[in-house]
């Protein structure tokens, strides 16, 4: 069955360092994947987006990577800071026309 | 310059009433879609429209559950005789064309939705 998976557990980090998430796929191939931020009752913030074809995408701190032979993409934050704290959704766009989301990782950097 | 703008922000009401929730896109997007989300759960597909037509209504979870969209503007979803697991987040986003996947989609704040 298709799937898209993201660290369930919230990820804590301290204010400075890389925080670094995951997004497995399986049964996809998709040609173009999305991350998104979402804050509490708020709707998803468009981040960045990246091809099949390209390996890794750079803005300002943040930085992504789409390996289509692991099946996965890791969203970077360099220097991050308590605003960073949010959770962040991957979704996949998939043939059918549609963007698939995971259920999201809730990232917290402290102080 | 307005973002996507969806209404009611809140919505109680009883179990087996309908309700009927708005969304308003951002000016010349001709694509339109829903989600629902759960508490601490990832985005779930509904619909979409390419402009006023629906393709892809495979979402939907039920029969209780319709969506129109007019004038390839305004899009309103209704849920029939709500039931309890009804109870989520509904959020509305748009984008310049559907089935471009490097579209960026732009999202509304939700309605929450609760069943009592």
């Known amino acids: 069955s298709q799937k898209i998976e993201q660290n369930s557990e919230a990820l804590n980090i301290q204010e400075g360092k890389t925080a670094t998430l995951t997004c497995n796929y399986t049964?996809?191939?998709?040609?173009?994947l999305q991350w998104y931020r979402q804050d509490p009752g708020r709707g998803p913030v468009f981040l960045l987006l990246?091809?099949?074809?390209?390996k890794e995408k750079r803005k300002e701190r943040l930085k992504v990577t789409f390996d289509t032979t692991l099946k996965q993409s890791l969203f970077h934050i360099t220097a991050s800071q308590p605003a960073d704290s949010a959770t962040y959704l991957c979704?996949?766009?998939?043939?059918?026309?549609?963007?698939?989301f995971g259920q999201g990782t809730e990232l917290s950097v402290k102080p | 310059g307005a973002g996507v703008s969806q209404s009611p922000s809140n919505k109680v009401t009883e179990k087996g009433k309908d309700v009927e929730l708005r969304c308003d896109p951002i000016?010349?997007?001709?694509?339109l879609y829903w989600y629902r989300q759960s508490l601490g759960q990832g985005l779930e597909f509904l619909i979409y429209?390419?402009?006023?037509?629906?393709?892809?209504k495979s979402g939907l979870p039920s029969d209780r559950f319709s969506a129109e969209r007019t004038g390839g503007s305004v899009s309103t979803l209704t849920i029939q005789r709500t039931q309890q697991e009804d109870s989520a987040v509904y959020l509305c986003?748009?984008?310049?064309?559907?089935?471009?996947?490097?579209?960026?989609?732009?999202f509304g704040d939700g309605t929450r939705l609760s069943i009592l």
């Open positions: 986003a748009s984008s310049h064309e559907q089935g471009a996947g490097n579209q960026p989609q732009h």
């Open positions: 049964n996809y191939s998709p040609a173009y």
């Open positions: 990246i091809r099949e074809n390209e």
């Open positions: 979704a996949l766009y998939n043939q059918g026309g549609k963007l698939i």
């Open positions: 000016s010349g997007h001709t694509a």
């Open positions: 429209f390419q402009g006023n037509s629906a393709p892809d």
